[in-house]
């Protein structure tokens, strides 16, 4: 050991080493510091680390040949560790630069990532779009069943349709490694399905097949399993027992059901519109109606039922009970099918706020398809709801990496950096979601949102409103954009232009699944501030009439109760505006819907303050700058509703104590 130490201290390893460790520091320093406004990615990081590392090994190498007695010759212990250490070396080159190869949008080509674009409707006809793109869904599907590959969603491959881009630039855009690509024929009682599967990187086709069938529904369904198992055979993708048994399982034998399902899927797959999710319930109920034993098809009419209850076209009773039954008869049919979880789950959630068995479902579904970013999401969205913001953005995140051309993902992940108060991220993540689809009005009214809860910027968030005014969006109506444009008129004292938006649109009320906000409510306190008592009244009778009529229809809903709660405050009905204020609470708290809940305090705190209780009404604040959600010091500080509280103590410790800026 002596002669060991010796030899090192004559040639300077120590001194050489903490040289470089000095210098690593400070790359690293460096490194940390600029990966934020260089949008530097965290492969491109680790790839710097990498290279530090291998950096330090050569400079071992060289202190130990070129020190003060660097003529002398190497024993043969000391070749021996020399070649291992280049070899390591040499390893980790060869692992970084195919391993992880940097894109133009600064993320790195997953091995075992994959991008099914849009196939080609090659048939000449119109009308045959649903068939091709159906087949392209169920193809999708059944490669998202395969663990070991890495699958893009759908709504980002879609994006490519037409595209003029070579297969490299999306590989980089979509971060995915290989393209499966081709085009779908159907004429007469005959289809032709001829695909290849590209790496887009290198260009080399790894495998091409043409399928010429009779059309029949056993041919088409085997064609798809085919295909998916063909890729992964190609890829080299390991599957399970079960993997290969769900991806080879046909879910119907009658062609005519099938092809209902199609066109379901079309309108499914199309927009959240009332009018799209009606024609697809029709649609997948005629497939069951065709096939009373096509599971699959039960499984998304559960979730249509779903949707039309949850976004508020539907909130009766009998139309989530008719997702419910939907869905058990698919599990009937299916005790396995991932579909069928899925939509159950979904129903525990949209119908029950039964948090606990829609994870349970849903993660048993992912079980069976751990590659569908809507999953993903669907638990993402599940824990936001009851609370659990952080692993919420973890589930998201996720989905959008496999889904990075999702305007939706990404305002979602937006909107909940948001709730998490991280306001810079929110801002990244509503501008990507813009860039993506820039006449998505939702993100023009929540980023615009972000601007006022973050820094009380009301100019920053009309300019974003003026974007979408660009984009020729009509926004009057809006239940965020058009209630947002009212209520910046009315913090900046211009009660004309206020007035004017509420008169010229033609529903009666904001309704947003947080909010039900009557326009006459709102007319009134403009009147109000104007001094105007008369107007203001007969607005408030008015706004409380409407509410009244709505509880009746849907007593259940707790919206209704913080507008009604308003509006007697206003009327000066003190006991009235607390009790119902009370009862959205009651209805909705935030033990049961985490942000929704949110909303009900919220609307209790400001009923409190109208009302002049103003201790209880800092202690709702209190609770609400405590946790996750959309108060913010910022807020507190730039709507004129919160004046009375201003010069509280108690008021002011807490805008002390909350300020982050």
């Known amino acids: 050991m002596p002669p060991l130490f010796q030899r090192l201290k004559e040639r300077k390893l120590f001194q050489w080493s903490l040289a470089y460790a000095a210098g ?11 990966a934020e406004p260089w949008n530097l990615s965290e492969a491109i990081q680790r790839g710097v680390h990498i290279s530090l590392a291998i950096g330090f090994l050569v400079v071992l190498v060289l202190a130990w040949y070129h020190g003060e007695k660097g003529r002398q010759r190497a024993s043969g212990v000391e070749l021996l560790i020399l070649a291992g250490i280049l070899t390591i070396a040499g390893v980790a080159v060869a692992t970084l630069g195919r391993g992880v190869r940097q894109g133009s949008a600064g993320g790195y080509l997953e091995e075992m990532s994959i991008a099914a674009l849009p196939f080609e409707n090659r048939s000449g006809q119109k009308e045959d779009e649903y068939f091709t793109d159906g087949v392209h869904d169920e193809i999708l599907t059944r490669l998202t069943k395969i663990s070991s590959l890495s699958v893009r969603g759908r709504t980002s491959v879609m994006q ?18 290989y393209i499966l690509e081709g085009g779908v024929q159907r004429a007469g009682g005959t289809v032709r399905i001829n695909l290849q599967l590209i790496d887009a990187e290198s260009d080399e086709h790894l495998w091409a097949e043409t399928y010429d069938r009779r059309l029949t529904i056993e041919n088409l369904l085997t064609v798809q399993s085919e295909v998916a198992l063909r890729v992964a055979d190609a890829l080299n993708a390991a599957l399970t027992t079960d993997e290969s048994e769900s991806v080879a399982t046909d879910p119907t034998d009658n062609l005519e059901a099938y092809d209902h399902y199609l066109r379901g899927l079309e309108f499914m797959n199309r927009t959240y519109d009332e009018r799209d999710m009606r024609i697809a319930v029709q649609m997948f109920e005629d497939a069951t109606q065709l096939d009373s034993s096509f599971a699959l098809a039960y499984a998304k009419l559960s979730e249509m039922h779903g949707r039309l209850y949850w976004f508020r076209f539907d909130g009766s009773q009998e139309r989530i009970q008719q997702a419910k039954q939907a869905a058990e008869r698919s599990l009937e049919l299916e005790p396995d099918l991932p579909e069928g979880h899925e939509a159950l789950g979904y129903y525990y959630y949209w119908g029950l706020l039964d948090y606990d068995k829609a994870l349970q479902a849903l993660e048993r579904a992912l079980r069976r398809q751990p590659g569908r970013p809507r999953l993903l999401a669907g638990l993402g969205f599940v824990v936001r709801r009851s609370g659990d913001f952080q692993s919420a953005l973890i589930h998201l995140e996720e989905a959008a990496k496999l889904d990075p051309r999702d305007p939706l993902l990404q305002y979602e992940v937006a909107a909940t950096y948001q709730l998490l108060r991280d306001y810079p991220e929110a801002e990244r993540h509503f501008s990507r979601a813009l860039a993506l689809a820039p006449d998505m009005i939702d993100s023009y009214a929540m980023r615009a949102w972000n601007y006022i809860v973050w820094e009380g910027s009301l100019s920053k968030a009309r300019a974003v409103l003026a974007e979408a005014a660009d984009m020729g969006l009509d926004f009057v109506d809006h239940p965020l954009a058009g209630y947002l444009s009212v209520v910046l008129d009315v913090w900046d004292g211009d009660y004309d232009s206020a007035l004017a938006r509420l008169s010229s649109g033609s529903s009666e009320a904001f309704s947003f699944q947080h909010y039900f ?92 303050m109208m009302t002049g209780q103003h201790d209880a009404a800092i202690d709702r604040i ?19 509703l919160w004046n009375p509280l201003r010069s509280h103590p108690r008021f002011q410790a807490l805008m002390e104590k909350y300020d982050t800026t």
């Open 24 to 34: 690593a520091w400070l790359v690293f320093q460096g490194i940390e510091v600029l």
């Open 160 to 177: 490519y349709r037409d595209t003029p881009k070579n297969l490299r630039q999306i590989g980089e855009e979509l971060n995915a490694r």
């Open 517 to 608: 906000i009557p326009k006459a409510l709102l007319a009134a306190g403009i009147h109000a501030d104007r001094n105007e008592l008369l107007p203001a009244l007969q607005n408030l009778t008015a706004a409380v009439a409407l509410l009244e009529t709505e509880i009746q229809k849907a007593p259940e809903d707790a919206r209704l109760y913080g507008a009604l709660g308003m509006a007697y405050a206003g009327m000066g009905r003190t006991e009235d505006a607390i009790r119902a204020g009370e009862k959205g609470v009651e209805l909705l708290p935030v033990s049961r819907e985490a942000w929704r809940g949110l909303w009900r305090v919220t609307d209790l705190a400001r009923i409190l």
């Open 622 to 640: 209190e609770f609400l700058l405590s946790v996750p959600g959309s108060m913010s010091v910022a807020l507190l500080r730039v709507d004129p």
